[in-house]
């Protein structure tokens, strides 16, 4: 019957690929939508192959890959929080839940929590008190943090039009398919104006969101959508008893629930202040006379990362803290790594900078939000990181207090302020098993899956986990972790599978380096706050290198190929995330300031694929050799015999790999073994 739910709604998607046609059709040429909480306007616009969303913090984007999980966990179950999102789609539930309450066929609630659900979905009586966090009782039900003259949302339950009688005196029934006559609570006297009938009579005023259900059976109730009390009046109808009396009688009409603000408006729309404007190029906007700023305290993100690791380099000069004739490039390098995956590794000459970069980088990023953690050589589990139950300590409510050490709670501060950056120096990373104590969070960040106990700090000091809240936190993508590595004889070596996780820089110091006016560094400047959270919003965009590509992307894809090939032969091949991460890192590597296609291969050879790279002479030998001529020639002939100790004259196309390659081989021949960090 059209009077049991909204009319003209497609509830029949016969697959993802037709959900996601319907939003494109619906985003259009671009729509103002709200956030689903703090009603926030989001600016969507289609790309091709994904949705911008532009607001006033940044610029987003949510391409298939993320939404589709939330789509079919809703399809399986009829209603979905976060917790019911698997993957990092869960971590995006907040921008895909309000980008799905645009199909006609999903309707929503923010409260306890956001929620989704089928408007198909046939709920039972337990359903819609965990949903709503209403009562298990009664028609009218409602959920308030106080009285009942401060509700934030209302459920109600009638019979009207399913054929049955009820066994009450209630006699709801449809004025037309949208507007329904709903009796009042109270089963036998007069009704009186109080609880569920005072905060109907409240919804006329104050409109807060008013859900209907039909009871189907019983346990079984049929939602029939969105409500609001247009007029009260007063009826006779007989009590549960047949006695005549007094009942109120509301008026509700059906009305739809709210997402879109305008279709095609302006932006950025009226309701920000006129300081505001959205980020991205100052240039999309000069025709409204404005220019990306601050408002109060919230920043606009300038997404330059030329500027970026400009004013960087600068800072660093200024703290006394310079890598010669290489500085620039280094500094480029090193902001589009960590851009590109918030994981890099630097090794090479003890006293050549590692961790002065790091921590300098910190300094830039705020320095109150770094966080230095010497490693220790009898560190030998997650503990030493993640913290534990400490049962010599109190218990509270039958929550264990913990033992946090300071990286857990640098990681749970991270957490809970999302919008700026966070920088983790682990020094000396290797004195101890990386794999032992590490691989919680290197899983986890790599993952997406939660990682993190949940804990909060008390009044008395202690840390325990947060009531009601779920038992782990993923890895923050704030976080930037930097991890500094030397080679002597009290160090561990590290496996392929953290390398691969990683990009790794040697440090070493050129002898025209070496100038007597060197100063002992000092902490550096604090950056622009929009480029920091220009780097930031550049650095958590997963397509960013999709909308940005290298102009050399299609050579870059074919050496990258040739590559593959070349160590596939010594059984050193990489795999699909080397792949993705060298596209990416190119990608922001040009948008750092670096041109050249040979420079960004060098870097990814040097970062990605030979750290990879160790063992013995004899399973090595050929592969390096072939490396060598590759990074000299730019290409490679398996049978020309090519020796990188003893190169023809010229000058290597990759000249930071080859200069490795050339050391590496020396190593291997001297020792009959060798790997990255010891060459």
């Not at 994904?50 to 298939?64: E, F, H, Q, S």
């Not at 090794?347 to 953690?373: C, H, N, P």
């Not at 947060?466 to 993508?477: N, Q, T």
């Not at 780097?535 to 074919?558: G, K």
Request: charged letters at 25%; aromatic letters at 10%.
């Amino acid at each position: 019957m059209g009077q049991n739910r909204p009319n003209g709604v497609n509830l029949s998607f016969p697959d993802f690929d037709a959900v996601w046609r319907e939003l494109r059709d619906r985003i259009g040429r671009g729509l103002t939508i709200k956030t689903l909480r703090q009603e926030r306007p989001n600016w969507l616009e289609w790309t091709g192959e994904a949705i911008r969303v532009r607001t006033n913090k940044g610029v987003d984007t949510l391409g298939p890959y993320m939404v589709q999980p939330v789509w079919d966990s809703l399809r399986e179950k009829g209603i979905i929080t976060d917790q019911d999102v698997p993957g990092p789609a869960r971590f995006r539930f907040s921008s895909t839940a309000s980008l799905l309450s645009l199909l006609p066929c999903v309707d929503y609630t923010v409260y306890p929590k956001i929620t989704l659900f089928r408007i198909d979905h046939e709920f039972t009586n337990t359903q819609i008190m965990q949903t709503f966090k209403v009562g298990l009782m009664g028609g009218i039900r409602y959920a308030s943090p106080g009285t009942s003259d401060r509700p934030v949302l209302a459920v109600f339950i009638t019979g009207a039009g399913n054929g049955k009688g009820e066994g009450h005196p209630y006699q709801d029934r449809w004025e037309d398919e949208a507007t329904l006559l709903y009796t009042g609570e109270g089963l036998e006297g007069d009704q009186t104006l109080t609880k569920g009938n005072l905060v109907l009579q409240l919804n006329q005023e104050l409109g807060f969101p008013l859900y209907g259900f039909q009871k189907l059976a019983p346990d079984r109730y049929r939602y029939l959508g969105r409500f609001r009390v247009l007029e009260v009046h007063e009826e006779q109808q007989p009590d549960r008893r047949g006695l005549p009396r007094r009942v109120f009688v509301f008026r509700m009409h059906r009305v739809d629930k709210p997402v879109a603000v305008d279709e095609g408006g302006e932006w950025p729309p009226d309701s920000w202040e006129d300081d505001e404007t959205p980020p991205g190029d100052a240039d999309q906007h000069k025709h409204k006379g404005r220019t990306p700023t601050t408002s109060g305290s919230r920043i606009v993100p300038r997404l330059d990362l030329a500027a970026i690791a400009s004013d960087f380099a600068g800072a660093l000069r200024e703290s006394h803290v310079s890598f010669g004739r290489h500085h620039e490039a280094l500094v480029r390098a090193f902001v589009a790594a960590l851009a590109c995956k918030p994981f890099v590794i630097l090794t090479g000459l003890s006293g050549a900078g590692k961790t002065q970069i790091a921590l300098r980088f910190g300094d830039w990023l705020g320095a109150e939000r770094r966080q230095v953690v010497p490693v220790r050589p009898d560190w030998t589990g997650p503990e030493f990181l993640l913290g534990y139950p400490d049962a010599l300590l109190p218990a509270r409510d039958g929550r264990r207090a913990w033992h946090v050490p300071d990286v857990l709670a640098f990681l749970l501060k991270a957490a809970h302020d999302p919008d700026h950056p966070y920088l983790l120096v682990l020094d000396e990373m290797n004195l101890a098993h990386v794999e032992r104590y590490f691989a919680d969070i290197l899983s986890g960040m790599e993952s997406g899956e939660p990682c993190l106990p949940n804990l909060q700090q008390e009044k008395d000091g202690l840390w325990r986990p947060v009531p009601g809240g779920p038992e782990k936190l993923p890895f923050p993508r704030n976080v930037f972790l930097v991890g500094t590595v030397n080679v002597d004889e009290t160090t561990y070596m590290f496996s392929p599978k953290v390398l691969d996780r990683a990009s790794t820089f040697e440090f070493r110091v050129a002898t025209d380096d070496l100038v007597p006016e060197g100063v002992k560094p000092t902490p550096c400047r604090s950056g622009d706050p929009a480029l920091v959270a220009g780097f930031l919003a550049i650095a958590r965009d997963d397509r960013w290198h999709l909308e940005h590509p290298a102009p050399f992307r299609d050579d870059f894809v074919q050496h990258l190929r040739a590559l593959h090939a070349l160590l596939a032969e010594g059984g050193f091949e990489f795999g699909h995330r080397v792949f993705y991460e060298a596209l990416r890192f190119a990608a922001l590597l040009v948008a750092a300031g670096e041109e050249r296609m040979e420079t960004a291969l060098d870097r990814v050879v040097m970062q990605k694929m030979l750290p990879r790279l160790h063992g013995t002479r004899r399973r090595l030998e050929g592969t390096l050799a072939a490396l060598g001529q590759y990074c000299f020639h730019l290409r490679w002939n398996p049978e020309a015999r090519f020796d990188p100790e003893n190169p023809p004259s010229g000058t290597p196309r990759l000249p930071l790999s080859f200069d490795k390659v050339r050391r590496m081989m020396r190593n291997l021949r001297a020792n009959q073994f060798v790997s990255f960090a010891e060459a």
